[in-house]
Every structure is written in C-alpha cells, then in structure tokens.
C-alpha cells in the first residue's frame, strides 16, 4: 500500500499532507511517530473510567495528530465525541461517538501499520 492509498482509505487529505511534509519518507515518519504517542489509549482509558478531564484532554492532542497529518475521517469523530463530553459529559451519546472513534482509530492505524511496516 502507498502513502497515498493509505490516505484515500482512511479519507484522509494526502494533497495536504504531502504540501505540508514534502516527501512520502517523512509522512510515514510522522505516521510512526503519531502511532507510537499513546493518547488513545490514554483517551480509551480515561473514558472507562468516567475521567471527562483527561479524556478530554487526550482527545484534544490526537485531534491534533489528526489536524497535522491530514487524517480527516478520524479527526472529525475524535472532535465530535470531545465536544460531546465538554458539553455533556460521558452518557450514551459520548459511548456512541467513541465507538466510532475507535472504529475510526482501527482503520487508522492498520493502514498506517501497512504503510510504515510496523
């Protein structure tokens, strides 16, 4: 799979994200690099456990992530689901959106896996 794959597959924004890294060896990069950060698993387990705060906060740094690589899909359920616990907390809504943020973050980083080949 090629950088530029992976993108469509994931409905990331490749144009973007090549303008903004120049080459494909530096996306894939900053793809490990964002892979390795572990926010969302910081994110997972702060939902589980009722911490809006920190799931809030780990949410805010891989909307981030999201927003410097270009992964649009992503990017948009992780916002969602922050603005969901900022306003209203944790309840079936919130379960919901981070249902589709894992489901979101799967597809991710299993692309992501293929195309840096770790």
Known sequence: MTVEECYEAIKGDYTEVAARYKTDDKIKKAMRKALNDGCFSVLCGAAECGDAEEALSAAQ???????????RNLGYSVTAFAECIRVNG?????EALLKQVKKDYALTSACVRLVTDE
């Open 90 to 94: 944790f309840g079936k809504e919130a």
């Open 61 to 71: 740094e891989l909307r981030t992530i999201c927003s410097n690589l270009s992964f």
